[in-house]
């Protein structure tokens, strides 16, 4: 594809090319013997060359981060910092940091060369053994998150060139998808176990908007517009990630409870506790579950049981997968078995070829 030069510093160059509006740093890489390219992420000329001026003079600085020489908690320590700024509630990034620290001091790993498949897999069973004393299974689910965070880390080091190298990190076999949903009863029990406030506007707009909770969390006051019935999900500014936030309507029963929310605000999110934004449900929600007499259900089951129910309510995958943010695909794989219609046509098809023949 060509890329026609749009401005210079040094080595390095903004690159546009006629499939997109967004401004790519370009240059060669001594160390591949290639020729690299970067998205800006922008449009703007002056933020891109801003970009640029920052990418060249970091890569003007030799590379120290030889892996048998690089802190491997400063890097990842750099990267949360920068992932994470300005997000004010306890996110994957800030808690994988958390158990890393705390890992590198039990055994002493210091450098990235010094986290080895070997140490990685000790890693993989400490984090189970911690897990399962507090309670829960210790699955791949939440460990295999960790590890994402860290190789996003390395990888993130390495094109910054502060590493010679990304290192290989190990993948875990992912869990099987959620089965576990909440029947209209065991919802109505939990409604009612919901004691506190800030724990009923949780639980109600989640089974009202079928949204991750950290979505739930980060929404503020001026994302919603009870005048048009619309929640913009997509904080302003931000670029969609591939656990992409949409626009959800308003039900008739969230709206009340919306405008509720929105009135009592002081901190300018929605979902607020003792005056500033709400950023963690677990122990409450733990709670009340165990109050209603539920087994088995986190916070998100409440987007798992949304989608099920409308689902088997007939509601068409396509207007499923919109709420949800994910692709029509992905929502029929979970989704289309508790569909009233599943197979129809050819449970159906098969009656009328093969239900006169005689056993």
Known sequence: MFYEPVWAYGDHQLVKRPDT????????????????????????????????????????????????????????????ERVDQGKHRWTAEKSALGHFAAFFEHESVTLVSEFTIDVQERYVDWRRRILRQAG?????????????????????????????????????????????????????RLIDACTEEHLYRF????????????????????????????????PPGE???????????????????????????????????????????????ATA???????GVTPYVLRHTGATLLAAAGVPMRQIAGMLGHTVQKTTEIYAKHHPDFMGEASSALDRLFGNVAA
């Open 21 to 80: 509006t967004n401004l790519y740093i370009a240059w060669y890489d001594t160390t591949q013997s290639r020729y690299r390219r970067q998205s800006t992420g922008t449009a703007d000329l002056d933020q891109a060359k801003r970009q640029l001026v920052e990418l060249a003079k970091r890569r003007e600085k030799p590379i120290t981060a030889m892996q048998h020489e690089a802190s491997i908690l400063e890097l990842l320590v750099d990267y949360v």
């Open 136 to 188: 829960f299974q210790g699955s791949n689910g939440s460990i295999g998150r960790e590890l994402t965070v860290l190789r996003a880390a390395l990888r993130d080091a390495w094109k910054r060139g502060r590493l010679e190298s990304a290192p290989y990190i190990i993948n875990l076999p992912k869990p099987p998808p959620r089965q576990r949903f909440l029947t209209q009863e065991e919802f109505r």
């Open 203 to 234: 639980v109600m707009l989640a089974i009202h908007t079928l949204q991750r909770p950290i979505a739930l969390f980060d929404l503020r006051v001026d994302q919603v517009d009870l005048d048009r019935g619309r929640i913009d999900f997509l």
């Open 239 to 285: 670029l969609q990630s591939n656990k992409r936030r949409p626009v959800i309507p308003i039900t008739n029963t969230l709206r009340p409870k919306l405008a509720g929310c929105i009135e009592d605000s002081v901190s300018g999110y929605v979902l607020e506790y003792l005056g500033g934004p709400l950023q963690s449900v677990k122990r409450s929600f």
């Open 289 to 295: 579950c165990r109050n209603a007499g539920l087994d």
